[in-house]
Nanobody, 117 residues
Framework: QVQLVESGGGLVQPGGSLTLSCAASGSIFSRYAMGWYRQAPGKQRELVASITSGGSINYADSVKGRFTISGDNAKNTVYLQMNDLKPEDTAVYYC???????????WGQGTQVTVSS
């Protein structure tokens, strides 16, 4: 069982920055792909950014050039640095850990990000 705990959400003005953190229970980055998803009210959950155990990174088109995903193996933590935030980035952001070979899929509890003036 993998536990994921997100932090770092909050209220920020348009153009501002936030960094989200996702702390995992144990050293899983060598075995799991990690991702950040978000879900806005009335919308489906969507992938924001992901990083595989091999280090391959993928971003949604809507956040390319503004968001950066990274990981710290020593701290078992994955980050999402969000710059130039827009009102449309407002959503609950979820951390995900996935391992295809074992069909394992874990979610954090989510953290609210609100971009508003």
């Amino acid at each position: 069982q993998v536990q994921l705990v997100e932090s770092g959400g909050g209220l920020v003005q348009p153009g501002g920055s936030l960094t989200l953190s996702c702390a995992a229970s144990g050293s899983i980055f060598s075995r799991y792909a990690m991702g950040w998803y978000r879900q806005a009210p009335g919308k489906q959950r969507e992938l924001v950014a992901s990083i595989t155990s091999g280090g391959s990174i993928n971003y949604a088109d809507s956040v390319k050039g503004r968001f950066t995903i990274s990981g710290d193996n020593a701290k078992n933590t994955v980050y999402l640095q969000m710059n130039d935030l827009k009102p449309e980035d407002t959503a609950v952001y979820y951390c995900n850990a996935r391992r295809v070979v074992t069909m394992s899929n874990y979610w954090g509890q989510g953290t609210q990000v609100t971009v508003s003036s």
